[in-house]
């Protein structure tokens, strides 16, 4: 009778997954790797003058005060939608490629200032920005020296 076990195997260690895991390690480096060209193409390119060949077109300015008071060029309008429509139009002319500045009072309401934006899109103006300005931070934070 034989009470003693068996001696136990020896464990297996199975190299598999290492090996892939490595092969998987070499192609992410491989194929995030940039290579530097030394060999650039020299070429001599042309030369520009630094003159203007036009004149910059003003842009033109509709400012919106806290009222609802609409000014293009400092010059009243109605506050009628047609009525801002129709003074864009004629100061743009047929430059509908001119920038209009919309200078809005930052109590202004919201509905006047999308109804100069709505009449400026149905003239033709499509570069529109809204002027605005540089809040100082440091002026303006609690505690802070003048």
């Known amino acids: 009778m034989n009470l003693r076990p068996d001696k136990p195997d020896a464990p297996e260690v199975n190299l598999t997954p290492?090996?892939?895991?490595?092969?998987?390690?070499?192609?992410f480096f491989m194929v995030s790797t940039t290579f530097t060209q030394r060999g650039e193409i020299k070429i001599d390119l042309p030369e520009a003058s630094t003159e203007q060949t036009e004149q910059p077109v003003e842009p033109l300015r509709l400012t919106v005060d806290a009222d609802g008071a609409y000014f293009l060029d400092d010059v009243p309008l109605e506050a009628d939608a047609t009525a801002i429509f129709q003074a864009l139009r004629e100061a743009a002319g047929a430059a509908t490629d001119r920038i209009l500045i919309i200078r809005a009072d930052a109590q202004s309401r919201h509905q006047d200032v999308v109804r100069?934006?709505?009449?400026?899109?149905?003239?033709?103006?499509?570069?529109?920005?809204?002027?605005?300005?540089?809040?100082?931070d440091a002026a303006q934070a609690p505690g802070s020296q003048p």
Request: charged share 20%; glycine share 4%; proline share 0%.
């Open 18 to 27: 290492l090996i892939d895991v490595v092969f998987l390690l070499l192609i």
């Open 116 to 136: 100069a934006m709505d009449a400026a899109s149905r003239a033709g103006l499509t570069r529109m920005s809204i002027a605005t300005s540089v809040k100082d």
